[in-house]
């Protein structure tokens, strides 16, 4: 890696260049430098914390390729495939091959798996998979620190509390990217042969839950869009930013996890009438697919059967509800322990209030089976959810970007370029207070259109009446006051979050149909077997193409 | 939910604030203060714990907000 100043900021020059240091970055970056290569990985928090590992995960899912029913690499990849996804058996097999490196390096890191007393690995079942993919994390809120030991001690470089605001081409190929230090301001642009894109699959924040604090929610909220929102600008192409939006079961008025431990358990969802009612809308009750388990709760509420919502666990053998309440919930987001204690819970004496979460927005690059997206030298390692699925992709994508950047040019970056994304970033710096506007006030109303006309349940034209309301939103843009760099950082992810909220909008309207995702549609209530693929978007010529499981031209 | 700190534990080596990912800490070292969440932006946090985790010396501790508990 090479560092010069200049009169803008520092421009650094290195082989491969990691976009985000949370699971996928960390994937990379270790692939990456284990076969020799020149790395720098850039994020916007530290590497020890950032991302949705930063404060634990309980439980990673991995096939073991062992005699356990459904336990094999043709399993994983035909469950997978039988998604509309939009994976290849390539993909597929990218990430079963790296599960196993990646559980040992998290077993060489320290990473406590529960096992059985004859030493193999417990496993449970989940999200309707065929077999027991999922191994059991005691200690995952140590997980993010070790591997991030591992990677300095691997002469990583790391560019940390950097926010990426743009990424750059040079013909055909990525050539690098420009952002600026959160804590100092300084704008730095980064040149490279290639690039590993690992800013996480989830965009949060475009809307809300019942706390109605964007901050309160499931994932990372500090992600807002950067891994559709920037590949997307250069040419690269999204997937499924439709009908791959998330959402879960929260705590009643707490943005934390713990559906996955409580629903492999066996956890029991009752109604306000005190019926347990998924089995109306998934064979496999709970523990099946996690958008009917969102949908049948939000269909309850609209017939009034709730609020209030509940999981029940008391049927559980003690042992069982104080092992899921006081090891694995934990694990999953450390505060856990002290929410219980302030709420007084106990999955023995009382089901636990939840209610529906905020929606978040996601979807994949499009990619060869390498994970190379149409952005040669450009790799999309998130493209695979879950933890075992964003390390893998970053494991795979690392070793792609690495082989190929002996071959691949420097990246060339125009100076004009960065000048005039220098003076775009610091613009809400130089907005002056008269008319001036916080990036909360135009940030909210973002989600104020989301929630109204875009969430669980919609119609088309109230989609596209949200896309006028946006197109209005973003005329607001310039006049964004950052009074610090805190500020600025907020601006940047508030503008990145409209671009991404019309993406997914976009994408919405041309699927007529009801069923992939966690959204009904009034007007098309049923599902469309010809709709069974992937819709993959594309910016050619500043007009948005459209294909059908297919990049389009 | 935002973070409180015991001044009696406290070394004051602001890892916490490093940490955060929401970057809502601050300690002025000049003034030997121990951390605190800045107020403007305490609706940010995210209660990931990092803070907690990065601490060495078992300062931090949380307060849930009320709009949590209801
Ligand atoms: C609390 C919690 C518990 C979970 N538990 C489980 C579990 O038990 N099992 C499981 O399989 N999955 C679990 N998940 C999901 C799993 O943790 C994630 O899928 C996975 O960690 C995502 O990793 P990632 O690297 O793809 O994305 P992220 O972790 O979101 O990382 C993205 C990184 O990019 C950085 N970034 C974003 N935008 C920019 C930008 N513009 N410039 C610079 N940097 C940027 C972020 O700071 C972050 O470091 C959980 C998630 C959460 C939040
Ligand atoms: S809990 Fe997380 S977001 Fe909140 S102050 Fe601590 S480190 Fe920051
Ligand atoms: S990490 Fe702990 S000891 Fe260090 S400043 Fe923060 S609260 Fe104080």
Request: net charge negative; aromatic share 10%.
């Amino acid at each position: 890696m090479q560092v010069t100043e200049k009169t803008w900021g520092k421009l650094i020059e290195v082989d491969v260049l990691i976009m985000g240091t949370g699971a996928a970055g960390m994937g990379a970056a270790l692939r990456a430098a284990g076969l020799g290569a020149d790395v720098l990985m850039a994020g916007k928090g530290r590497l020890e914390s950032s991302g949705c590992l930063g404060g634990g995960n309980d439980h990673y899912m991995c096939v073991l390729n062992t005699d356990a029913p459904f336990d094999t690499r043709q399993d994983f990849i035909e469950f997978y495939l039988k998604s509309t996804l939009g994976y290849t058996p390539g993909m597929l097999g990218e990430w079963f091959d790296a599960l196993e490196p990646c559980l040992r390096i998290l077993e060489e890191v320290g990473t406590e798996f529960r096992k059985n007393p004859d030493g193999s690995y417990y496993r449970s079942v989940g999200f309707g998979q065929p077999g027991a993919w999922w191994l059991h994390i005691a200690n995952g809120q140590s997980i993010k620190r070790a591997l991030a030991k591992k990677i300095r001690k691997a002469g990583v470089s790391v560019l940390d509390h950097f926010q990426i605001t743009r990424l750059y081409r040079d013909g055909d190929r990525f050539s690098g990217c420009v952002g600026f230090n959160v804590l100092t301001g300084e704008v730095s642009a980064i040149r490279c042969r290639t690039g590993v894109m690992a800013l996480g699959f989830q965009a949060v924040r475009a809307t809300n839950n019942s706390t109605h604090n964007p901050y309160n929610v499931w994932f990372s909220p500090y992600n807002t869009g950067s891994y559709f929102v920037l590949p997307f600008d250069i040419g690269a192409a999204v997937m499924n930013v439709d009908i791959y939006n998330r959402a879960t079961l929260l705590p009643k008025g707490w943005g934390a996890p713990g559906m996955n431990g409580i629903n492999n358990m066996g956890g029991h969802e009752l109604n306000a009438l005190g019926e347990r009612f998924m089995g109306k809308y998934d064979p496999m009750m709970e523990n099946g697919k996690r958008r009917n388990q969102v949908a049948g709760t939000v269909q309850e509420q609209v017939e009034g059967n709730g609020p209030p919502f509940y999981m029940d666990m008391r049927h559980f053998k003690p042992e069982d509800a104080d092992y899921l309440q006081n090891v694995l919930m934990p694990a999953d987001k450390a505060t856990y322990g002290d929410y219980r204690q302030a709420r007084g819970i106990d999955f023995k004496k009382a089901p636990l209030e939840v209610e529906v979460s905020e929606l978040s927005l996601a979807g994949f690059l499009h990619t060869d089976d390498r994970l190379e997206t149409p952005v040669r030298g450009l790799y999309a390692a998130c493209n695979f959810n879950t933890f075992s699925g964003s390390m893998s992709g970053g494991y795979a994508s690392g070793r792609y970007a690495a082989e190929t950047a002996h071959e691949a040019p420097m990246g060339q970056l125009d100076e004009a370029d960065i000048l005039a994304e220098k003076a775009r970033i610091l613009g809400p710096m130089q907005v002056g207070a008269q008319g001036a506007m916080s990036y909360d006030e135009f940030e909210e109303p973002i989600r104020q259109v989301m929630d109204y006309y875009a969430k669980f349940r919609r119609n088309m034209p109230g989609m596209e009446l949200a896309l006028d309301k946006l197109a209005l939103i973003e005329t607001y843009e310039n006049r964004v006051r950052a009074e610090n760099l805190h500020d600025l950082m907020r601006t940047h992810e508030a503008f990145e979050l409209l671009q991404m909220c019309r993406l997914h909008l976009l994408a919405c309207l041309q699927r007529r149909e009801t069923g992939r995702g966690m959204y009904h549609l009034a007007d098309y209530p049923a599902l469309d077997p010809k709709l069974g693929k992937a819709l993959v978007m594309r910016k050619v010529d500043n007009e948005v193409r459209y294909g059908w499981g297919v990049l389009p031209d | 939910m935002p973070p409180v700190f015991d001044k009696d534990k406290c070394i004051k080596c602001g890892l916490c604030v490093l940490d955060c990912p929401g970057y809502i800490l601050a300690l002025d070292k000049d003034k030997d203060e121990i951390p605190h969440v800045i107020g403007k932006y305490k609706r940010e946090c995210w209660h990931c714990g990092n803070c907690r985790i990065s601490c060495p010396s078992g300062a931090v501790s949380y307060e849930f907000p009320l709009y949590t508990l209801v």
